[in-house]
């Protein structure tokens, strides 16, 4: 229930439930089980002012005498418990169709204008998901919610999804891209993996998660091209990688907490191993699997077995050793790769030696293709991994310019690759995927190579960003030739983050020739692009970057907004404490807020007033009370770090009032 009684006045009245993992049984009588599946009915006697959401069709409503309204929603194909969802609010509703079904968003009116900038392009997904599977989408309708202070990203209750309000963007932050338009992509899916079939138990939750998180490659491999899919695919990995996972299977059948298996092994490495084993397969024959599995299981439930079972039906291979390695192990490999060429009494021969380093005494066995160029051209050989050390040999007319080992960078893995300057020099020339070009990148700016500054023209946009930002660290970055094509990029980009890194990157020269291209920028539709100009001015007149932060505060979010923020709060005094505080106050929850939150503290010690000093405790304590209970741990700390410098400077009452807040 939010602001059930309306008391807060800068909050709606709405109401959302969460089932995942076993929390419906809190409201409903049920056995809260993913194995579980029925048929649902739900009525809703809510005030006449709101709308409500939930599973399947809404068959009627019924005004009451009382001024209430009754609206009754049936879902007449069985799913599991955890899916049920009521939603009610003051809602306006955007609809579209696919083949005739309703497609809708509810969004706040605020946002009513942006609803189809943001969920706009969910029938085109329904219809690539519904061919992609071979299964045209098994629901009734398909419904989009966003919740106030809904603290989990999002979830794909049966036709009725409910997002986070990071889903919230109006035009100006579009314009740089939709950043929430991969977990629309995600929580869609689910309604295939997920909904339609559902994993058998927690355990094997991966069944849903890896492909609701493979997903987003799906589309943004078919929307925006595979550089972009890559990309968006390789941080996942990162993130895996980062996240001290090794020990943990993907189908986890031992944990101490049933929402412990929602991590980066469930989701990250999940979609990973199918992106593996897509690559594996072959797409005719991976796109075949997922529809025997979907329609062999069709509601009811699936495990990593089911999935098993599916692949080798349609592809006639066994696949015990894949799904015993990733499904039902853990870890990833570590591999060392070596190059020679020029081995007495082997003319004509270059030796590829791959050794696996990780030290838990797991050997995996990994199908990838290597790539040999020679004249800058590629002959590919497909191989095996198996053991500790392999030795691959080739034979060829010349020294080869580069051996591409894991050719179409599918591996989930550490490598330490140790190619030549020339070898990566070639290996941007010549070979063809994201990752090929950004380890090239890579390591030109690791060595100080000149070749670093090829990474500005290369086509995609990620990859430019990444080279401007390495160039600004590097012994060219005041090259004329580079500064120029930094400016053009500044002046001219049609890419609107490419267009803001561009002019981060002027800034840092503090030249004041570039003075124009900020004024131009300030007033440019997009906050990232804007906040850049913002910041160019602020940077070669100080004294006029307050003038200028509080003119443009009146619509500043994202970049922008943490500009004028940096602005106002470092150069505002207590005359600015309502701008400053509301700014701060209705800033959306995210980890940036965490940041400014720390900032707008020390903004606090320039105040005197004891209401004020109150008032700015308590938005930051409204957002402290947002974060979950498990994770106050990690974020405790900053916080208490400026309400410490706040008791100490601000006196008894304010300091016993902070330890009256702050629990
Ligand atoms: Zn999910």
Not at 35 to 40: A, H, I, V, Y
Not at 272 to 301: E, P, Q, W
Not at 311 to 331: H, I, L, P
Request: proline fraction near 3%; hydrophobic fraction near 35%; aromatic fraction near 14%.
């Amino acid at each position: 229930f939010i602001n059930p009684m309306g008391e807060d006045k800068s909050k709606p009245t709405q109401i959302w439930t969460q089932g995942e993992t076993e929390a419906n049984s809190a409201w409903m009588v049920t056995i809260d089980k993913p194995n579980q599946k029925s048929t649902e009915e739900i009525t809703m006697t809510v005030p006449d002012k709101y709308v409500t959401l939930s599973n399947g069709l809404l068959i009627s409503k019924k005004k009451n005498a009382d001024g209430s309204r009754t609206d009754y929603w049936k879902m007449d194909l069985p799913h599991a418990p955890y899916l049920f969802f009521m939603g009610v609010g003051d809602y306006s509703i955007t609809k579209d169709t696919y083949k005739g079904k309703e497609v809708s968003y509810y969004v706040e009116k605020e946002y009513a204008p942006y609803a189809r900038g943001i969920f706009g392009n969910t029938p085109e997904m329904i219809k690539f998901f519904s061919e992609k599977t071979g299964v045209d989408f098994p629901w009734a309708k398909y419904a989009q919610i966003v919740g106030r202070d809904y603290v989990s990203g999002a979830m794909e209750n049966t036709t009725a999804t409910l997002h986070q309000e990071s889903a919230y963007q109006n035009g100006r932050q579009l314009t740089d891209g939709n950043a929430w338009e991969e977990t629309i992509a995600h929580e869609l899916f689910h309604q295939w993996f997920g909904d339609y079939v559902t994993a058998e138990s927690w355990s094997n939750i991966t069944v849903n998660e890896s492909f609701a998180n493979y997903s987003e490659y799906l589309w943004d491999e078919y929307k925006y091209g595979k550089d972009y899919a890559d990309a968006h695919h390789s941080e996942d990995m990162q993130g895996y990688l980062q996240s001290g996972s090794e020990k943990k299977d993907l189908v986890r059948y031992y944990y101490s907490n049933k929402e412990d298996v929602f991590d980066a092994v469930s989701y990250n490495k999940g979609g990973a191993i199918l992106h593996m084993l897509r690559n594996y397969v072959g797409d005719d024959a991976f796109f075949k699997s997922l529809n025997n599995y979907l329609t062999t299981n069709k509601f009811k439930a699936g495990e990593a077995g089911q999935l098993r079972l599916a692949f080798e039906e349609v592809t006639g291979k066994d696949m015990n050793w894949f799904w015993n390695q990733w499904y039902y192990g853990n870890g990833h490999p570590k591999l060392k790769i070596d190059y020679n060429y020029d081995i007495p009494g082997m003319a004509g021969v270059a030796e590829v030696v791959i050794q696996q380093t990780q030290k838990t005494g797991k050997i995996f066995t990994l199908p990838i293709a290597v790539d040999v160029y020679t004249n800058g051209t590629a002959k590919r050989y497909n191989v095996w991994i198996k053991n500790q050390t392999d030795t691959f040999y080739f034979n060829v007319t010349s020294k080869p310019e580069l051996i591409n080992v894991d050719a179409d960078k599918i591996l989930l893995a550490e490598k330490t690759d140790n190619k030549s300057d020339e070898n990566y020099i070639n290996q941007f020339k010549y070979a063809k995927n994201y990752l090929d070009r950004k380890e090239a990148l890579d390591y030109f700016a690791k060595k100080n190579m000149p070749e670093i500054a090829k990474g500005l023209h290369d086509k995609f946009s990620k990859l430019k960003i990444n080279t401007i930002q390495k160039i600004s660290s590097s012994p060219y970055k005041a090259d004329p030739v580079v500064l120029s094509d930094i400016e053009e990029m500044a002046k001219k980009d049609n890419n609107k983050k490419v267009k803001a890194a561009a002019i981060n990157y002027l800034v840092k020269t503090g030249n004041t020739k570039y003075l124009p291209i900020y004024q131009a920028a300030i007033n440019d539709s997009s906050y990232s692009v804007a906040g850049a100009g913002l910041k160019g001015l602020s940077a070669l007149d100080s004294s006029n970057a307050y003038i200028q932060a509080k003119k443009y505060s009146t619509d500043a979010r994202g970049t922008l907004g943490n500009e004028v923020n940096r602005i106002l709060i470092a150069n505002g005094t207590e005359a600015d404490f309502d701008f400053i505080a509301n700014s701060y106050n209705t800033a959306a929850p995210s980890e940036e807020k965490i940041g400014m939150t720390e900032k707008f503290a020390g903004f606090l010690l320039k105040v005197n007033d004891v209401t004020r000093l109150k008032k700015g405790i308590d938005y930051i304590m409204n957002f402290r009370n947002l974060i979950p209970a498990q994770y106050r741990s990690y974020v405790d700390p900053s916080f208490k770090v400026g309400f410490d410098k706040l008791s100490a400077a601000k006196g008894a009452e304010i300091d016993a009032y902070i330890k009256s807040v702050f629990k």
